[in-house]
Structure formats: C-alpha cells, structure tokens
C-alpha cells in the first residue's frame, strides 16, 4: 500500500521533462527579449509586416540569425509570425516600443552593468552585499550619470513615462486640501507633482531630485503653465530637503535605498517640514500574511540587485517612521501602489 501510494505521488517522467521544458524557456527567454531590445526591433516594426532581410536590413543584422530570433521571439508573444513568412507586431511588443511606456524595460534589460550585477546574485546572497554596488563601486544612479549620461537621461525619463501610468490612482487618494506647499522628494523629472498640481489649484509645488534628474524636469513645471506654482531645486534628501512645507512626498524613493539610508531621508524630512506636517511614503507593500505575488517578489529581487535595498512590509515601514521620529498613522491601498501616511509632531 505505502509503495502504491509513493508511486502515486512520484512525478511522472513526462512532468519532469514538461518541467525542465519551462524552465528552459524562461532562462533563455530573457535574453531574447534582451537581444531583440538592443537590436531596436520592437522600433524597426512598421504597421505592415515585414519579412526577415527587409527587418535585417534596417536593424543592421544578420538576416539568417535574425529570423532565428525573431522566431523565438514570437513563440513567447513577442512578435507574431504571418503564414507569408513575414512578422508583425503583437500586443506585447507594441508595448515595448520606445514611445511607450515599456520604454523602462528596455532601459532594464539593456544597461549592461545591470546585467551583470544580476550574474553575481549567487555571490550576493552569500555576502548579504547588494551586488551593483559591489561589483562596480559605486550605487546604480551615479553609476549611470557619471558613465553614460544620455542612458541616465533615458532612463529617468523613462521612470516618468512608466510611473505616469499610475499619477492618477495616487492624485485621486490624497487628499490635499489643507495643504498649501508640497515638496515632491526624489520626484524625478517631476510628472507627479505637475499631475497633483493640476488636481489642486491652491498648492505650491517643490520638485526635489538630484541636479542631473531635475535639469530634466517636465516643461510645464521649469518653464510651462505651472512655473510660477512649482520651484525646482536639486540636493541630496540624506543631507537636506526643501523646508517649511506642510506635506512631504516620496513616491518609489525608499525602496531605492537601505533601512539606515531611509531613516536618513525621513529624519530630513521631519526636521525640514512644519510641524504637524503630513509625509506620504508611496510604495509597493510586501503582504505580512501570506507570500508575495511574483511580481512583488521578482520587484524585491530586483531592488536589491540594483540598490542593495528591498520592498518593505507595513510593519518594515511603520519602523523607520520611528526611527526617524515620525509617528505612523496608518496605510491606503490605491490600484497601483499603497500610500503610507506618517506625521511630524506638533512641537517641530
């Protein structure tokens, strides 16, 4: 009976072979998509499909070799085959064009000092030590401004494009009308706090970032309609913040650095803003009741890859607004992401 049962509950050969079939596909599948994306062939598409050599010829490749890759390509989504040998486009790699949105995972999946940080992982998780930081000596941002600045461009505006997806879900949860000045810490090239300008005509905007990232602002803030409500000033959020404000915002900001780091950044806050002033912390919060999704768990991975840091539980953040001398009020879930909200005392 016991030998009956085991038998039962053994893997058939077929699944094992089913099994390491998946598993395959999904080791190499990223580096097509990484091969396809340096190649600029989600670009090279027109509307009309295209054979191989024509495709070769604008992307400068190897037409034999590339119709290989494309193949492949296709047979995950990226990309769709026609019964004239030729191919098209797909839902997926419209997505990926440069234009859109998908324009950060290209950015993700060509920065090849990215790449690899991510082969040193094994020796990562020995050392505890985020291997960017370890491998090339220096964090993933300076990195880029002081090695490839038109990729760091890129790449923080395509941080704009991607996170716009989700200004409206933040924009419509925060209530802001008893605030009449809001500094927007790390908010990049600054869509946020234009779309939570023009949400809140009262308010007075503050973009803060680094001078590279905020020499890049969006036009309506430095120069547009909303210039005269928005200053933009560059700094170091460990060091110092913009002061005098009544609200502190930092969307995607503290799942970029460590827990010391954050205390840091939070700290500044607290003693930069007026007292009782609000400070909105807008991240990915990990679930404390169950495993995370594999999106949350795959975003964790990458944070520490690229930052040596991670995404955090309710409890994970309630803990650095201690540290840091705020006082945690409480989390609002939103579509996207979940916005915590934590308080400066009344006495500064």
Known sequence: MREELAGELEPSSQDVGDAIEKIMVH??????????????????????????????????????????????????????????????????????????AGLLLGQAATVDALWQAWSSLDTAVRSGDGPFRALHGTDFYTYLSEYDPEQSATFHAAMNEATALDND??????????????????????????????????LQGVLFDTESVVGNAVPE???????????????????????????????????????????RILAACARAARPGARVFVVETVLPADRLPSATEAMMDMGMFVTFGSGERTEAEFAKLFDRAGLAYVGLTPTPSFSILEARVGSGG
């Open 221 to 263: 803030l430095s120069s547009g309609e909303l210039a005269d409500r928005c200053e933009i000033v560059a700094g170091d959020a460990r060091e110092t913040v913009p002061a005098g404000a009544e609200a502190y915002l930092l969307r995607l900001v503290l799942h970029n650095w460590d827990d010391e780091s954050c205390v």
């Open 169 to 202: 879900d933040v924009v419509g949860a925060l209530d802001l009308t008893a605030v009449s000045r809001l500094v927007d810490v790390g908010g990049g090239q600054g869509g946020l706090l234009r779309d939570l300008l023009r949400h809140n005509r009262h």
């Open 27 to 100: 080791l190499f599948s990223a580096q097509l998509l990484r091969a396809g994306l340096k190649l600029g062939l989600p670009d090279a598409f027109g509307d009309d499909p295209v054979a191989p050599d024509q495709l070769a010829r604008r992307v400068g490749a190897d037409p034999a070799v590339l119709h290989r890759l494309l193949r492949a390509l296709a047979s995950i989504g990226v990309f769709q085959a026609t019964t004239a040998g030729r191919y098209t486009h797909s839902p997926l790699s419209r997505i990926l064009q440069s234009s859109d």
